[in-house]
């Protein structure tokens, strides 16, 4: 295959770079995320204001019967549970979750109605976050249809949804979409008698082109719905009657939604989530909620959803960009602002005397790949100098087994207790992870290993899919190349970012 070794030597630098720059830079959204920034530049206020109650639903399906499967959507629930308890003061009864086979269209619409509608009064907080699936239906644009032959000539608007786990239904005839419509989210929320709401939406809609090189799966429907369901119209129209007997009339436009949306895309973009080492999640939300962990009093949201989107950015580029929605620039995040305590690497989930387990949520993805053993963690304290030392024994994914260096401190460290870094330990020889383009003939994939196993900086090479790649090899096709038979057409190879972005 003829690889030029130290071309491919300084590209895997590079790659070996961007891998590691979303640590330090985050300046990126100044000069490409203006409108993030200046949304976000008044939320200050904090969780310390007088309310009832914090109520939270959220929902995360990795296996759709009728797609591909995904596999970070149930973490991303699970981080965004964490935070909500421990960070933002959330009691775990007042929070529902729907994972998988329980996120059905009834079932997420019900619990939307019964412990969020029902139950939030004025003053209360209410959070809805969504990781799975979006896509786009067809809404005839009229409600009378007199005969099958005028199938072909109605007129059709496209609609954004949320694809639930039984988002088809079969009939003789087609499938039929039963997902949840973006309108009945609309009149959903305008229904809520409180404005203190947060939307996460770690989805994508539209059918965006996939990036050719990439190691990641995208939230987002292949193909377009071509009706939507019969029961999922008649619910939308239920409350739109209920919301016009109030004397409100809904509206169809998402800056309508009462507080903010959080978005983790924008417009005709994808949203992605990344298989790590041992885990797998949104790539939005964990970097939101690793970036809020990581708050302190000092500090004002908008410098963790800054370091936010320059993460997401460092990864995906332009194709993937968080975007915020809000009826009024100077609205607050209720449940993200800054709260009164220190910032986290994670919180103790277990004690068994001086053994303990940690769930490590304040750390960004990257670090924790590498994060060896024998790390030290302390207690969160004013003076971290004489907290407890917690020292780690062994780690996968997020989750840490401890111990405690001094046994005498055993009974001052209990569930629930936050940790920050003390010493972190690197694995003695980090290198790449390098994907092997799909693309790839057998041949050359033989190839490229044999080429590339003297290379200290590449660890492994893994087949695209399978497992957490930091850079990918795939091949580079010149434009007008190919002849009308696509025959003969050139191409070289080139190293790409996991998110698809070539480097050289």
Not at 216 to 236: C, D, Q
Not at 483 to 502: H, K, P, R, V
Request: hydrophobic share 40%; aromatic share 6%; with cysteine.
């Amino acid at each position: 295959m003829g690889l030029n070794r130290r071309t491919f030597l300084q590209q895997a630098g590079l790659a070996l770079f961007t891998w590691g720059a979303s640590e330090i830079g985050f300046d990126s959204l100044g000069r490409n995320n203006n409108r993030i920034a200046s949304l976000i530049q008044n939320y200050q206020q904090t969780l310390a204001q007088s309310t009832n109650r914090k109520l939270a639903l959220l929902v995360g399906i990795n296996r759709y019967p009728h797609q591909e499967h995904l596999d970070g959507c149930l973490t991303d629930v699970e981080l965004q549970r964490e935070l909500l308890i421990h960070r933002f003061g959330f009691n775990p009864q007042d929070i529902v979750v729907l994972r998988d086979r329980q996120a059905t269209r009834e079932n997420i619409e019900t619990a939307f109605v019964e412990h969020l509608g029902e139950q939030a009064k004025a003053d209360d907080v209410v959070v809805f976050h969504f990781s799975g699936y979006g896509g786009q239906i067809k809404m005839p644009l009229t409600s009378e249809i007199s005969a099958a032959e005028d199938l072909d000539s109605i007129e059709y608007k496209l609609v954004n949804s949320l694809i639930p786990v039984d988002g088809v239904l079969g009939s003789k005839k087609a499938s039929i979409s039963n997902s949840i419509l973006q309108d009945t989210l609309l009149v959903l929320a305008q229904s809520l008698s409180t404005a203190k709401c947060t939307f996460i939406l770690d989805t994508s809609f539209n059918l965006s082109p996939r990036s050719k090189h990439s190691n990641f799966k995208v939230r987002s429907a292949t193909s377009i719905a071509e009706n939507p369901s019969s029961e999922e119209l008649i619910f939308l129209e239920q409350l739109k009657t209920k919301l016009a007997s109030k004397g409100l009339k809904p509206s169809k436009r998402l800056l309508s939604l009462p507080g903010v949306v959080f978005s983790a895309s924008g417009k005709n973009q994808v949203a992605v989530e990344r298989q790590w080492d041992d885990f797998s999640a949104g790539l939005f939300t964990q970097a939101l909620t690793q970036h809020l962990w990581q708050i302190t009093p000092n500090n004002k949201v908008q410098v963790a959803l800054a370091q936010t989107a320059a993460s997401v950015e460092q990864v995906m580029g332009r194709q993937q960009q968080p975007t915020l929605n809000s009826p009024d620039k100077s609205a607050i995040a209720y449940y993200l602002a800054t709260s009164d305590i220190s910032n986290a690497a994670g919180v103790i989930s277990k004690v068994n005397k001086n053994n303990l387990e940690v769930k490590l949520l304040g750390l960004p993805a990257n670090i924790l790949n590498s994060y060896g053993v024998n790390s030290l963690l302390c207690l969160s304290s004013d003076d971290s100098r004489d907290s407890p030392r917690l020292q780690i024994k062994s780690k996968e994914g997020l989750l840490a087994k401890a111990q405690l260096l001094d046994t005498t401190t055993a009974n001052l460290a209990r569930e629930g207790d936050f940790v920050q870094e003390s010493l972190r330990i690197f694995k003695r020889d980090i290198g790449l992870t390098l994907g092997l383009d799909d693309e790839l003939e057998r041949i050359e994939r033989v190839d490229a290993t044999s080429a590339i196993a003297n290379i200290k900086v590449v660890d492994s090479t893994v087949v695209l899919g399978e497992q957490n790649a930091d850079c990918l090899l795939g091949k580079v096709h010149q434009e007008n190349s190919a002849t009308e038979n696509g025959e003969n057409q050139t191409f070289s190879y080139g190293l790409y970012t996991a998110g698809g972005i070539l480097i050289g």
